[in-house]
């Protein structure tokens, strides 16, 4: 039985637009089980007064970090106010000519992953300009019950980090959108149109639902889970990858030796990953057009492997072996082709990328050396078992189980 996205409740949603002025937070995957964009659909019962896109744009077709112009999309017939480029969050006059908000986006599960921005954003402007937010729900494609890294210290906060929530979090969309309104205090009217027959257990792969790549460099779901850790591969001098056909699963620089760092990770006895030296060359990003060498990270236990904690160990073991090895600083990655244009770090608590990526400095300090990982993880797991406590009171949880094991 496939599971049934929000998307899908085609009565309930008719029922939720009719006769309405509406606004739509819409991209390449705000597609239902039939294949009809949120655009069209909604376009037979309201009217659309304007699409918010968030990054890569109405199409997923703008590269990581590139801005996005707001416009008209001739394909749909629509307005484009776009989130990813001189406004992060829409004008509150803007949505005072609507009568709801509808998102409908399939998004990682993971803090850092812009999307949950823009979600943040987005029901924040609902929220001042008192308009309803309607989530139509979709999967967690990393399942709802996985846990991992520290819950985002407020001095921290940034785009790519908007809320005390852990780097991956277990939350649908549509529970996130609550979490952000009864935790995190945005006070959103907030509703959800729910996934019918999704288990929190589930992977992506076992809702019998087509994968669309959620952005240009998350082409599937295993891609998905290695870039749970390997995004913070972001804040660093080696390659993630990105310019080729493998981003996320393959990294590395021109001067890693891949052998040699193949055999070092696979003795680190990272549960559930074992590594195989690569060489490639990047066509766009960090060392574009030079020879790289590397490793490619092959998942062969999916319910073993740990992406963040994997990742904070392999970059540990790196920094060891090699002293090109370097955490890129604010400062520096702006030089970077790929980096994303997050117009302000809100506090300016760090010069590290990485700690913004993380959320906190822990990450940063055990990789140098300064702080042991274990330590570091048994704190994340004391903050991620308040984070679902405080999930589990507010009745964030729409799904069973509604208590959740602490992963």
Not at 119 to 131: D, I, N, P, S, T
Not at 177 to 198: D, F, I, K, T
Not at 256 to 279: M, W
Not at 352 to 377: F, K, M
Request: charge should be neutral; proline fraction near 5%.
């Amino acid at each position: 039985m496939r599971v049934g996205l929000g998307a899908d409740r085609r009565e309930e949603l008719a029922r939720a637009l009719r006769g309405r002025r509406v606004g739509l937070v819409a991209n390449q995957t705000s597609f239902n089980s039939s294949m009809e964009h949120i655009v069209e659909v909604a376009g037979e019962h309201a009217r659309v007064e304007v699409v918010f896109t968030p990054e890569h744009g109405l199409w997923g077709a703008a590269a990581a970090g590139e801005f996005v112009r707001s416009g008209f999309d001739g394909e749909f017939g629509v307005r484009v106010y776009s989130l990813y480029g001189e406004n992060l969050e829409p004008p509150v006059e803007e949505l005072q000519k609507l009568d709801l908000v509808v998102y409908d986006v399939q998004d990682l599960g993971l803090r850092w992953y812009t999307y949950v921005s823009t979600l943040y954003y987005v029901e924040r402007a609902c929220a001042k300009a008192g308009v309803p937010l309607l989530v139509l729900d979709r999967p967690n494609p990393l399942t709802g019950v996985a846990t991992e890294g520290p819950v985002l210290k407020p001095e921290y906060r940034s785009f790519v980090g908007v809320a005390s929530i852990p780097a991956r979090y277990a939350l649908t969309p549509g529970e996130l959108a609550l979490y952000y309104s009864r935790v995190e205090g945005l006070n959103c009217e907030v509703r959800v149109l729910e996934l019918e027959g999704w288990r929190r257990s589930m992977w992506f792969d076992e809702t019998g639902l087509p994968w669309i790549p959620t952005s240009p460099n998350i082409p599937n779901l295993e891609t998905a889970l290695v870039y749970a850790g390997a995004c913070m591969l972001e804040g660093t001098n080696l390659s993630e990858g990105r310019g080729t056909a493998s981003p996320f699963l393959q990294f590395g620089a021109p001067w890693v030796k891949a052998r040699k760092l193949a055999r070092a990770l696979n003795e680190e006895g990272i549960p559930g990953a074992a590594f195989r030296p690569v060489k490639f060359v990047p066509t766009a990003s960090k060392y574009r057009g030079q020879l790289v060498s590397g490793v490619y990270v092959h998942v062969v236990d999916r319910s073993t492997f740990k992406p963040f904690t994997a990742f904070v160990r392999i970059l540990r073991r790196i920094r060891e072996m090699y002293g090109e090895f370097e955490l890129l600083t604010r400062e520096a990655e702006r030089e970077v082709e790929y980096v994303k244009d997050y117009t302000a770090w809100s506090t300016g608590a760090s010069r590290y990328v990485i700690d913004y990526l993380a959320g906190t400095s822990e990450v940063r300090e055990c990789i140098e050396g300064r702080a042991d990982v274990e330590g570091a993880e048994e704190r994340w797991r004391r903050e991620r078992r308040r984070y679902l406590e405080k999930a589990a009171e507010k009745g964030v949880l729409l799904y069973e189980p509604r208590s959740l094991p602490l992963g």
